[in-house]
């Protein structure tokens, strides 16, 4: 089993910046990726940032190119999302999540937080 948990949501006025944080715990033997999702009220959710568990290649939406830059320190099985220029439209709640699913593959050894909510004001 493996357990995600989100921290570092909150309030923040447009423009300003927020710092995610997904700490894993548990067997991650399947994860070969970490990354971050979204949604908002009555909207899908949908993919936000990614990085591989080996490479460190990085792989971004076009919605939060240039503004969000995600990381990971693998000794503390952990991964970031580094949050600027933000605007109202970011607002949502934020999922960690790790396995196939960052990489578009879903499976059965898919993991997911239980999301932090961002709440951008305008």
Same mark, same amino acid.
């Given at each position: 089993q493996v357990q995600l948990v989100e921290s570092g949501g909150g309030l923040v006025q447009a423009g300003g910046s927020l710092r995610l944080s997904c700490a894993a715990s548990g067997r991650t033997f399947s994860s070969y990726a970490m990354g971050w999702f979204r949604q +908002?009220?009555?909207? @899908?959710? @949908?993919?936000?940032a990614a990085i591989s568990w080996s490479g460190g290649s990085t792989y971004y +939406?076009?919605?939060?190119?240039?503004?969000? &830059?995600?990381?990971?320190?693998? +000794?503390?099985? &952990?991964?970031?999302?580094?949050?600027?220029?933000l605007k109202p439209e970011d607002t949502a709640v934020y999922y960690c999540a790790s396995g196939g699913v960052v990489a578009g593959t879903p499976s059965l050894e898919d993991?997911?937080?239980?999301? &932090?909510?961002? &709440?951008v004001s305008s």
């Open positions: +908002a009220p009555g909207k @899908e959710r @949908e993919f936000v +939406a076009d919605s939060v190119k240039g503004r969000f &830059t995600i990381s990971r320190d693998n +000794a503390k099985n &952990t991964v970031y999302l580094q949050m600027n220029s993991y997911w937080g239980k999301g &932090t909510l961002v &709440t």
